[in-house]
């Protein structure tokens, strides 16, 4: 099971059923906040989802193709990271995440993505890892700026949001240039 300490007051652990009630409470006390970007929200009514969402992220993990893991700080859960699924013949994969409302601000997304990306291409042996965020949602794209990725471009109506298509922006980073940003 992945486990990783980000500093004394932050670690990442893979989900499990335990974490149920925490994280089904953190999801709706962020609903509106949330819910601008992710439609799963709306999805998202009982802690029954919640332990469904969590068997189909251990079901994942069995499979080898990726998980998702909590952040959490100071014993609080505070968000979720994981990898969408692992392409192996490609060896390449995606990363989602999201953060409470109590949460934003404190770096705690910039140091997950960084320990994802740094599990995806050093432990997973993966060459490429992409993020993808709507061209208005400034917040989740600041995370990929600030570690260095590149916009490779725009994909028009990725994504159909309630009422309305939003287009995406997408980052990518290659191995080679993982390596090279973080001995810079």
């Known amino acids: 099971m992945f486990t990783h300490m980000i500093n004394e007051k932050t670690k990442l652990k893979m989900l499990d059923l335990r974490d149920s009630e925490q994280l089904f409470g953190l999801t709706i006390g962020s609903k509106e906040t949330l ?34 893991a909590g952040i959490w700080y100071e014993g609080n859960l505070a968000g979720v990271i994981g990898f969408h699924k692992i392409d192996w013949n490609n060896k390449s994969t995606s990363i989602g995440y999201w953060l409470g409302n109590d949460y934003v601000g404190l770096g705690l997304m910039t140091a997950s993505v960084k ?5 995806a291409l050093k432990e997973l042996m993966l060459n490429r890892v992409e993020i993808r965020a709507a061209v208005e949602n400034k917040k989740s794209r600041a995370i990929p700026e600030r570690l260095g990725f590149t916009e490779e471009g725009c994909v028009r109506q990725a994504e159909w949001l309630y009422d309305h298509f939003v287009d995406h922006v997408v980052y990518g980073i290659l191995s080679g240039d993982w390596d090279e940003n973080m001995s810079n």
């Open 35 to 68: 819910r601008e970007w992710l439609q799963f929200i709306d999805y998202t009514k009982s802690v029954v989802d919640t332990q469904s969402f969590i068997q189909s992220t251990m079901k994942q993990f069995s499979e080898n193709n990726g998980f998702q």
């Open 115 to 119: 320990a994802f990306v740094d599990y």
